[in-house]
């Protein structure tokens, strides 16, 4: 009752950008969450590939508070240390020198897009600031975000978009040499394309867009905002591909929750940012810097990318046991614990179905069902979901 006073009022004061489960939710713990009324729900989505921890996680709990009674905020016109620390984890667990730090996902990849203008600006100088995008993608919401997002249903409404995109269809390495030009800046891509309905680049591909790009100084950009962190079984995605970027964009599990996000880019490729050239006023500050030192220690000190690997694989197991047995299944796609279960039937109905059952997970493109669990989610639980996905595609089936 007070549930559906308060999305009554919700729908009255809050912009309509969302479509929203009809629940107010209040608590969260592990793999759980909590509603107004005290109903409990196992969490399959974790905030979109957010709390890739599990809900309020103790460590980056205590880290955040204690960062907040010491100091919220003071701008970057000043050092301190835990934007230092969290740097220098970053660097130390992946390919790069340098980071950037910001807020979200589209402000990371809104960066990147920067710098890997400017990189070539400055090297070769006009005109050569093109970026090949991949159909299907999805790099954010701000204008230079949605027009290397290579979906009409995020341009609709919204044009003229940034010019300077060229955008090639996905897996397809003869399209990229054919599109590479004296103009081609930079190269950007995810290597599971998530919100487009969990698509993992191949192996080769990548390979030799790789080689292809290096040996015409073209920057390659990884939009890891949703696979870095754990959620494919290795730290970052690209480790799966044998190869290191130039730039990736980080944000989603940065923090846990806590909004931030960064680029990591390599040395000579990050000189390109001088002071002046790009700012973020909150990027890096004390308490979401306290968030991503605390969430990645508490990633590798409790061996969590291990477990993602290992519990991500029983999960996979499961999801071809329902495979075999519903033929609306269509397909079964991921790594790691990001996975996608393509239907043949309307994919929101059975989203409702399963928030019913006390489970919840997400639908992309209509008929692609979304798992990003919390990587800390155990062999028991996905027991829990293999059951009712069976009751509920039993019913479907019946
Ligand atoms: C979510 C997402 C973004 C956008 O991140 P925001 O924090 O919502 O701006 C960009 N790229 C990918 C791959 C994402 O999954």
Not at 341 to 349: H, P, Y
Request: charged share 25%; hydrophobic share 40%; net charge neutral.
């Amino acid at each position: 009752m007070i549930q559906e006073k308060l999305i009554k009022k919700a729908q009255q004061y809050l912009a309509n950008t969302y479509t929203r489960y009809p629940i107010v939710v209040t608590k969260g713990e592990g793999c759980w969450l909590w509603d107004l009324d005290g109903r409990r729900y196992l969490d399959f989505l974790a905030g979109i590939s957010v709390c890739n921890l599990g809900h309020v996680n103790p460590n980056v709990c205590d880290g955040v508070i204690a960062q907040a009674k010491k100091l919220f905020h003071v701008s970057n016109l000043f050092y301190t240390e835990p934007q230092i620390k969290a740097a220098e984890i970053l660097v130390e667990h992946s390919f790069g020198d340098k980071v950037f730090f910001c807020n979200s996902g589209a402000e990371a990849n809104e960066a990147a897009i920067k710098l890997a203008r400017r990189y070539s600006w400055k090297k070769y100088g006009e005109k050569r600031h093109e970026i090949i995008v991949m159909e299907n993608s999805f790099h954010g919401r701000t204008m230079a975000t949605v027009s290397a997002t290579g979906q009409p249903r995020f341009h609709e409404g919204f044009v003229p978009l940034l010019e300077g995109f060229t955008c090639v269809p996905f897996n397809r390495i003869d399209l990229i040499a054919e599109h590479l030009s004296g103009k081609t800046c930079a190269v950007m891509l995810e290597l599971i394309q998530a919100e487009g309905g969990i698509y993992p680049a191949k192996k080769e591909y990548v390979k030799k867009l790789r080689d292809m790009t290096a040996s015409k100084d073209i920057l390659l950009i990884i939009d890891e905002v949703q696979t870095g962190i754990g959620r494919t079984g290795k730290f970052f995605a690209y480790e799966h591909y044998d190869m290191e970027p130039d730039i990736m964009s980080l944000a989603k599990a940065l923090g846990n929750g806590f909004p931030v996000g960064a680029i990591v880019g390599k040395g000579h490729v990050m000189e390109a940012f001088e002071p002046g050239t790009h700012a973020s006023t909150f990027g890096g500050n004390p308490m979401g810097a306290a968030a991503i030192t605390t969430t990645l220690n508490t990633l590798i000190d409790d061996g969590i990318i291990k477990h993602c690997e290992e519990v991500g694989k029983y999960l996979h197991k499961g999801l071809l046991s329902l495979k075999k047995r519903y033929p609306f299944i269509v397909d079964v796609r991921g790594m790691g614990l990001i996975w996608g279960i393509e239907i043949s039937t309307d994919g929101n109905e059975l989203v409702k179905e399963f928030l019913q059952e006390g489970v919840i997970i997400n639908c992309t493109k209509g008929n692609i069902l979304r798992l990003v669990p919390p990587l800390i989610v155990k062999k028991e639980e996905i027991d829990i979901f293999i059951d009712i996905a069976n009751r509920i595609f039993e019913r479907k089936k019946g």
